[in-house]
């Protein structure tokens, strides 16, 4: 019997995950390749497409469609609309690959396939209204309402991280003031260990932790061991992070806020912290009945899996 | 031929007005009546149902349901919960309605119904996306996304009044800091005026506006006459509501916002300077793409409209 397979792709400015998918969330193979984000767009779908065929063709498998999850994707328009770290543009990757696959597709962004994933494959299967956080370079979201994802009247829903939660704030890059994003996540973190380091110059902690790249391991260990100044930064970035949840809150009246990525690996070093702060600002009827809680899929796999959901969806 | 209708009954803290509506949302008549919240809730039921079926059988009507708004109506566990000016408690609106009229009835707040009644029958027809704010004693919600009512996990969706916009703010009388509503309703403004009179203890404008309850007619007017202080009444309420509305933007990409309630009235007073100040807080992709419009209902009317269309919906 040929069998009925998804294709789930999670393109991201790196590398571009694919794997094939069955209606139980079954992943029956998956790959990884460069997604050569300088290259046109038509070199990622021309040896996605050879790997692909060969794939469905060896293993007799019929391919029911593509779902595409992807920075900036749009589900309404089909397009990916300037990504960042992508030389593209704004592309048409709806037309693009039902033109060259022959079958339906089906595009949103990130945060929305993750919460796509949760919703069919883990840990928000139950819940009809939650939100899926992911935290890492930027912060995202990806909201259940009613059983449905929010997509907004322009597809464009769903970007808590640029929700404003002080009109006196911090600039964020994207040119407005007060970010969630610019106090949680990598980014944010790195702006609040900047603001420690012009008051403790000299700080040995503080100068290790400042590279490039957040050495999240370091952080939670010397978090761990009692440092005041790894504690105050998971605080302070923790109470932000409940401010945002509770205002989040106070609109959805969701289930749980589930997190998702590589900087929610922290777990309760910041949940715990958002916590009381988001406790300290819900109204009475909504305390004490919304859980914060870490992803049940495996990292690296909930963008395909959601991705291929958007298939067994529509 | 026997015409079906539905009754429409918003319960108010002082007065009680219940309509007879269409499916088209001709209201065939509206009455109005004292709620009498010191007395037990069976006493609004008593006066409601000798009044309703001696209506409906003069006028050989079929009461195809009922649909209620009330403050903290909750759609989804049919209670009344410990209304404001109610000395009611909790009550189970619904059962006590079926079990006297012996029809289906519907229950949600107030702000709920005033959003069905746009979407219905009035400026909303024919958007799947917006939030209708009720500018009154406090700020109510309610929010479409996707053309379906937000509820929530619990039924207690949409309080944008209870969004805290700023974390360093002022105390609302909810407990929490910052709330939106504490800046932008008749009690906000109450606020400002007071942090003025403090500035300005002479100023008789002021003074004159500061009675228990505010003279938007007199504010409005000195607004257009130039009076700095009025200016900055609006401004500073504008610019919060602003910050408030990109929030919500942010999160559910909404078409409109419309607004509702006595102190919408103040019209592009107000609504200029929230524009400004949410399109400067929105992201580039959501600039210029929100209208924010006053309601195309009857002041009054929306109450009993958008509770009857609960009917019509469910």
Redesign the interface.
Known sequence: MIKKIALGVDIGGTNTVYGFIDKQGFIHDHEEIPTNGSLPVTDLLDRLHDAVIHYVGKNKMELTGIGIGAPNGNFLTGMI?DPPNLGWGSVDIIKLFKDRFQCDTFLTNDANAAALGEKYFGIAKE???FILITLGTGLG?G?F??G?L???????????G???????GRKCQ????GCLESYVSATGIKNTINQLIEKNPNDSFLKRINGPIIDGLLLDSEYDNGNPLAQKIYQFTGKKLG?GL???A??????AFIFYGGFSNAGSRILDHAKQSME???????KN?ISLIRTGLQQGKAGILGAASLIWEY
Chains 1, 2 share one sequence.
């Open positions: 609309e819940m009809d209204d979201s909201i309402s009613g449905k929010v997509y907004g009247h322009n597809g464009l829903a769903g970007e808590m640029h929700m404003s939660i002080d009109s006196r994207c040119g407005s003031t401010h509770a205002q989040a106070a609109l959805f009246n969701p289930e300290n600002l819900l109204l009475d009827n909504q009945s």
